[in-house]
């Protein structure tokens, strides 16, 4: 099929065509809108997230002089407050994609369907036993 | 129920107008009348020159879609009496996102392209003579696939959809779930040729969960869920080439 | 002008003008072949049919018992060689469209499902859920797109074909976008517009089935053939023409006047009863349906709504149980399109055009008269349909017939040819013409949706279930009135940009001319057979009619009939038998 050629042909005759602008605050609108553009708001917070543990990183191989200094930046409220933004969106990325679970896996069980609810509430229940196990450790020690 | 209702439509003559305007219709509001019923009163009655595409009027050619206060929709599937209480005029416009060619009329040339450039028709390596019968498909293969087979093509999910809206070289919902339709068919052994198209930043990753292309689709094709499949699909065999390159074709 | 060049040139991008352009490509890959098509082809109206395509595949089942199923269903005025070709290319046209990928319904083990359907005494109808038409159109779509040999021009309308030394050697169309008028020519011109629903009021037909190329062959001089026979459904919602299958009145609906009265009792269709009972009133056969409904208006026991008069069909005694699980498809189309519960409410219902069984006179190859030019789908009258067609026998028909005459288009192309300067000239006159009559005239007083609605009056008076002398010859008067008053149209819309009030123009001069040439043949006509009712001239005249009617028109534009034998292979004429135990009377041939 020559769609794009047969398209380079109309050109001469083309009327002119309205491309309606997108207005700058598009995605205030619509609660789904303002989560996409939150999710690409994200990415900052994500390298902000590096940031943080290259200097971890940096300072465990300095020796416990340098970790306990960087211990003393992280209590920094500023720093405090952007690593609580950080840990807002990776629990909202989380629950993006355990929502979109049930969509993405397609489950057959029977030749049936696997319900949307079990295939969420499995992963949801997942992650919850895998917190808490974490969290297990980290009170242990 | 009152009498008449205002509608608002967006006018836009590419030969006198530099810019579209609202241009305000009122009709006679009857119960069983769609907003696609409303504009052809207007052609017919009041003004000849408004421009739209309409065809069947039953939800299945796919040609009547617009944006109806803001949200796309089938035109023929939406009951003026729905906007009857809101007391202020019905705005209708042009989908969003495409390019207008004249009043409520936009271009689908790169809808068209789009579609085509995933091949959507079954590829087979055989060719079964047609003599030796149908390939055997069970109701549940069918099943499998028979949900993005639903498609009519309306592009009310591209309207819906701000990835498209931002970078229109996303590939899109539509196309997409196509795609998945013929991958997902067991007669089907294309998947290896479409993953080119599909697992490139406009295919399937360009999209972003925003899920809204489900939402307006008014044949329950889920789009969204196409999309998040292939993602998982794409992954696995990217693993799959990455871990065990000889098992790559 | 700009002239274009082509082999093969589809006008029509439906089922038949995609299946058609398959076939040229296959034919010979080198061949340019050109689909033209006034909406983009998946758009187009074969998306809307709903039950099925027959074909036969089952054991138990014959070639035979199809044919005869199809010939006694249009009452012997098919030509039996074209509906053996048909019964036996269905099947293999079915599976190939399973090859491309149509999603057939299947049974638990994987092979083709097939369903019963009305008229057909044997379960041979395949059917992909209740879109078989939407799932056969996109299929057919998508397949083409992997043929590079295939053009495409979406949104353009052709206006007329350009004939010269006796032969057809291409087209003049209208590009919507730009209002570019040129010259497309090509060597094989195959018609697949589909059939004409718009020339009546109420119709199951899309808004783009305005007759375009009957009109376009009849303005060419090829006769067009049996058109008095257009097909009526029974219980269509009015204004929108959305369809109520019969299954809803199976399940027991009942279709009551405007008294509450089962009306159908009065018209030797049974007794009511309490459960429903095939072949016996709701159930009775869809025409004897249809006209019992035009005795109601008048005695004046219908409704009368915006739309005019409509009966109602009462599903609420069934209850909310049997209409969510047996009738969803039913409550879905009420709910979303009409605003109307059938639960809660009675649905508004009247006889409703269906299909065209007359159309473009052509051969089992879909070639017409006039060299060079071919038709195929419900536009063509090959005839298998016969008077009345059979449900479940258009989708294989244009399959079967668009695949014959693409391939006997393509192989007519490969002689070289290149187009006559006077075709060429022809597309100027065209051209001048549609700037004359219509974009640049802005004197005219008449409106296109005016002369519209008085031309559906005019129909559905005159040519509607009944029919009779004076009626045809009140709605031929009628048309020509209009066709009259239409050189005196006024369009409100000068622009070249997307002008669909230019498009509405051109496909309303269609429309009159295909609407009298329904008028004419139902004039000529004088018995009644199928579904061709005449209420002066009763029951079916097999020594005078068992004959196709051709309609021409002469260069000087005057009218001319013609009979034309109907093809008898293995099938003599016998009654047919609706309701009780076919008795059947053999009724001599001739």
């Known amino acids: 099929m020559s769609d794009t050629r047969q398209a380079a042909r109309y050109t001469e005759y083309h009327p002119r065509w309205y491309r309606p602008r997108v207005s700058t605050w598009w995605w205030l609108g619509r609660w789904p809108y303002l989560k996409f553009?939150?999710?690409?708001?994200?990415?900052?917070?994500?390298?902000w997230f590096v940031v943080v543990l290259l200097q971890q990183i940096r300072a465990l191989s300095r020796g416990p002089e340098a970790y306990a200094a960087f211990e003393r930046w992280l209590q920094n409220p500023l720093i405090v407050l952007l690593n609580l933004i950080t840990l807002f969106f990776v629990v909202f990325h989380a629950i993006t994609w355990f929502n979109v679970a049930a969509s993405a896996m397609a489950i057959r069980f029977h030749g049936k369907r696997v319900p949307d609810l079990l295939i969420v509430g499995t992963n949801y229940a997942a992650w919850a036993a895998i917190s808490l196990v974490v969290a297990w450790f980290l009170v242990r020690s | 129920m009152p009498e008449t209702i205002s509608l608002e439509v967006l006018r836009y003559s590419p030969e006198r107008d530099a810019e579209p305007s609202f241009q305000r219709y009122d009709v006679p509001l009857h119960k069983d009348w769609v907003v696609l019923d409303a504009l052809n009163y207007i052609k017919d009655k009041v003004d000849g020159s408004l421009t739209f595409r309409w065809s069947c009027r039953m939800g299945i050619c796919g040609s009547c879609g617009m944006m109806v206060n803001g949200e796309p929709k089938l035109t023929c599937a939406t009951f003026l009496s729905n906007y009857a209480k809101e007391n202020k005029p019905v705005r209708v416009q042009p989908l969003r996102y495409f390019p207008v060619i004249r009043d409520l009329v936009v271009e689908v040339t790169d809808f068209m392209t789009k579609l085509q450039s995933v091949k959507p028709w079954l590829i087979r390596g055989d060719g079964k003579p047609i003599s030796e019968g149908e390939y055997l498909q069970t109701p549940e293969q069918l099943d499998r696939y028979k949900q993005f087979s639903m498609c009519i093509n309306c592009m009310l999910c591209y309207a819906?959809?701000?990835?498209?809206?931002?970078?229109?070289?996303?590939?899109?919902?539509?196309?997409i779930a196509l795609a998945q339709r013929y991958n997902m068919d067991s007669r089907d052994e294309g998947a290896h040729e479409r993953m080119d198209v599909l697992a490139q930043h406009e295919g399937i990753w360009g999209c972003t969960f925003v899920g809204e292309c489900t939402k307006v689709c008014p044949k329950h094709v889920d789009p969204a869920g196409a999309i998040q499949q292939y993602k998982l699909t794409a992954t696995i065999e990217r693993f799959k080439s990455f871990l065990m390159p000889w098992a790559a074709k | 002008m700009d002239i274009s060049y082509h082999d093969v040139l589809l006008v029509g991008g439906g089922g038949a003008g995609l299946r058609a352009a398959i076939a040229a490509a296959e034919t010979n890959p080198n061949l340019s072949v050109a689909v033209v098509s006034k909406v983009y082809p998946m758009r187009s109206h074969t998306v809307s049919a709903e039950g099925g395509a027959a074909g036969v595949i089952k054991p138990g089942d014959t070639l035979d018992d199809h044919a005869y199923d199809t010939i006694s269903g249009g009452d012997w005025l098919c030509d039996q060689d074209a509906v053996e070709i048909f019964v036996k290319e269905a099947p293999e046209e079915l599976l190939r469209l399973e090859h491309w990928g149509c999603p057939w319904s299947r049974d638990p083990d994987g092979r083709i499902a097939v369903r019963a359907f009305g008229g057909m005494k044997k379960m041979r109808t395949w059917f992909a859920d209740d879109k078989t038409g939407f799932h056969l159109l996109h299929t057919l779509f998508q397949t083409t797109l992997k043929y590079n040999a295939v053009t495409r021009y979406d949104e353009w309308f052709v206006t007329r074909l350009l004939v010269d030394e006796g032969r057809v050697q291409g087209v003049v169309a209208l590009q919507l976008m730009s209002g570019r008028i040129q010259a497309i020519t090509a060597k094989s011109v195959i018609l697949c517009t589909g059939g004409c629903g718009r020339v009546f009021p109420f119709t199951t037909n899309a808004s783009i089935k305005t007759g375009d190329g009957m009109a376009l062959a009849f303005q060419a001089g090829t006769p067009l053939k049996d058109m008095e026979f257009v097909q009526y459904h029974p219980t269509g919602l009015p204004f929108t023409g959305i369809l109520i299958t019969e299954a809803a009145r199976a399940e027991g609906g009942h279709l009551i006047n405007k008294n509450g009265y089962r009306y159908l009792q009065d018209y030797n269709l049974g007794t009511p009863t309490p459960q429903p009972v095939l072949r016996n009133m709701e159930l009775g056969p869809r025409d004897r349906l249809s006209q019992a409904f035009v005795k109601e208006v008048e005695k004046g026991h219908?409704?009368?709504?915006?739309?005019?008069?409509?009966?109602?069909?009462?599903?609420?005694?069934?209850?909310?149980?049997?209409?969510?699980t047996r009738l969803p498809f039913v409550r879905e189309l009420c709910l979303k399109y009409e605003n109307i519960d059938p639960i809660k409410e009675l649905i508004p219902v009247r006889p409703v055009i269906h299909y065209m069984m007359g159309g473009v006179h052509t051969d089992n190859n879909g070639a017409t008269p006039l060299a060079g030019?071919?038709?195929?789908?419900?536009?063509?009258?090959?005839?298998?349909?016969?008077?009345?067609?059979?449900?479940?026998?258009?989708?294989?028909?244009?399959?079967?017939?668009?695949?014959?005459?693409?391939?006997?288009a393509a192989l007519a192309a490969m002689e070289q040819r290149t187009p006559s300067e006077h075709a060429i000239s022809q597309a100027q006159d065209e051209k001048a013409r549609l700037e004359e009559q219509f974009l640049r005239k802005t004197a005219g007083r008449e409106r296109v949706a005016t002369i519209r609605s008085e031309m559906h009056q005019a129909m559905e008076s005159g040519a509607g279930i009944y029919r009779n002398q004076t009626s045809l010859e009140n709605a031929a008067d009628k048309l020509r009135e209009l066709r009259e008053r239409f050189r005196d149209i006024g369009l409100d819309d000068h622009s070249l940009t997307f002008n669909t009030e230019l498009l509405a123009a051109l496909e309303l001069s269609f429309m009159l001319d295909v609407g009298s040439a329904i008028v004419e043949s139902a004039l000529h006509r004088t018995e009644s057979r199928g579904a061709h009712q005449r209420t002066?001239?009763?029951?079916?005249?097999?020594?005078?009619?068992?004959?196709?009617?051709?309609?021409?028109?002469?260069?000087?534009?005057?009218i001319r009939l013609e009979k034309a034998p109907v093809v008898i292979t293995r099938w003599p004429p016998a009654e047919r038998v609706y309701g009780v135990k076919p008795d059947v009377k053999e009724v001599a041939a001739r």
């Open chain 1, 37 to 47: 553009i939150l999710r690409e708001i994200s990415s900052v917070f994500v390298a």
């Open chain 2, 160 to 175: 819906a959809c701000p990835v498209y809206g931002l970078d229109p070289v996303f590939i899109g919902p539509a196309a």
């Open chain 3, 302 to 324: 219908t409704t009368d709504t915006p739309y005019g008069p409509v009966v109602h069909l009462d599903l609420r005694h069934l209850g909310e149980k049997v209409i969510n």
């Open chain 3, 373 to 408: 030019l071919y038709a195929a789908g419900e536009v063509a009258c090959v005839s298998i349909n016969g008077a009345n067609r059979l449900g479940s026998n258009s989708l294989p028909e244009l399959l079967v017939f668009g695949a014959r005459a693409g391939r006997a």
């Open chain 3, 536 to 558: 002066d001239f009763a029951g079916r005249d097999d020594q005078n009619f068992l004959a196709h009617t051709l309609i021409f028109r002469n260069p000087d534009g005057r």
